[in-house]
């Protein structure tokens, strides 16, 4: 992060002097930790399992029977996943709003979803203990099977979050509608787009990533560097679009090109060497 937000450090004080500017992100700045800002939440989860993981492997044979259940009732799945993500989302973020950020220095995390996280971390666990390539996200399971309805619900619902909300809020300034049932009606609706959306996702792979492909698989085995290095590459890219005058889009486009071909080269790069590739 050091080296991606220098550029913002730059056009808000037109400075070029490097020193100033690690003095003013340590201190001023207070260590912005930037997008990878959940990956220490993830290690303190794994501390956490560390723990609880005598009584998960204690009750494994019974969430065993629990997925089977699951994978020939999708639609079971679906609300019982919605609760869930309700639960572990709606009431701590009204309470603390969407956008609250607490913590120390780098250890920054978004408390309205820190337990979410926390739930579909637990979750993962739970079903990664189990056979889910064969049960409860193998091909013939039901869940799979309605691969196109959570495409479907993903799209419509996600569409309707981000219509909803200029309607809300023009809906709350009018009186039309409480602030609170207005909060209410976005927040259920993040709720089913994550759920819907990570259905989508999974059983979409499932369903056609069914054959090796080079490519492919150097981007799975890179996908986690890539991810550890692409703001760099996103925040320059950007800065140096900035003196262009053209559509949005494109200067989207060409971001995401650029960011992706040379966070994927250097990731490629950087695990030829032994120590990078044992843990990335």
């Known amino acids: 992060m050091l080296i991606a937000y220098f550029p913002a450090y730059y056009v808000s004080h037109n400075d070029l002097d490097v020193f100033a500017y690690v003095r003013d992100f340590f201190t001023v700045e207070g260590w912005p930790v930037g997008p990878p800002w959940f990956l220490w939440v993830l290690f303190f989860f794994n501390v ?8 998960v492997q204690k009750y494994k044979s019974k969430v065993n029977v629990l997925t089977d259940h699951f994978s020939s009732k999708p639609t079971l799945l679906f609300f019982v996943l919605v609760l869930l993500t309700w639960i572990a989302y709606v ?61 479907i619900l993903s799209l419509g619902i996600f569409g309707g979050l981000v219509i909803s909300s200029f309607y809300l809020s023009e809906m709350v300034k009018n009186n039309q509608i409480k ?3 207005a909060l209410m009606i976005s927040f259920s609706l993040f709720v089913l787009s994550c759920v819907s959306s990570c259905l989508a996702f999974i059983t979409v792979f499932r369903k056609f990533a069914v054959r090796n492909i080079k ?9 986690y560097l890539i991810y550890l290095i692409h703001y760099i590459f996103v925040v320059w890219i950007q800065f140096f679009l900035m003196k262009y005058e053209i ?34």
């Open 48 to 55: 956490l399992f560390v723990l609880v993981n005598p009584i």
């Open 91 to 151: 009431p701590i973020t009204y309470y603390v709003g969407a956008g609250t950020w607490i913590g120390w220095l780098p250890f920054d995390f978004q408390l309205s979803r820190f337990l979410l996280y926390f739930v579909y971390f637990m979750i993962g666990v739970l079903i990664g203990n189990t056979g889910f390539n064969e049960k409860l996200f193998s091909k013939s399971s039901g869940i799979v099977k309605k691969w196109w309805l959570w495409i």
């Open 179 to 181: 602030e609170f049932h």
């Open 215 to 223: 490519w492919w698989n150097s981007l799975s085995e890179n996908a």
């Open 247 to 280: 559509p949005a889009f494109v200067k989207f486009a060409i971001t995401f090109v650029f960011a992706l071909a040379l966070s994927w080269i250097t990731s490629s790069l950087l695990r030829k060497i032994k120590l990078v590739k044992r843990f990335l």
